[in-house]
């Protein structure tokens, strides 16, 4: 008799209670499992796709160890 067993959980995509009928049921809909799937997938695709572009742009080299002062002080405001 432990088939039909109901858990209050809250959903980890919305943040809403409800009754889950296993003990690993993450979300309170389907719908939400798509989203938050989703969600982490584009997460992951952001994350690969700025990785390339921060070794792309090299840091600026000083020659001798001169700064150029381009912005002088008390103009941003
Ligand atoms: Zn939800």
Redesign the pocket.
Known sequence: MSSNQRIKKV??????I?IAQKATTK???L??AQRNYKLREKRERLKKAEAPAVVDSPPPVEKDGVVKAEAPAGMGI
């Open positions: 959903c980890e995509h919305c943040n809403e409800f979300y309170c809909s719908i939400c």
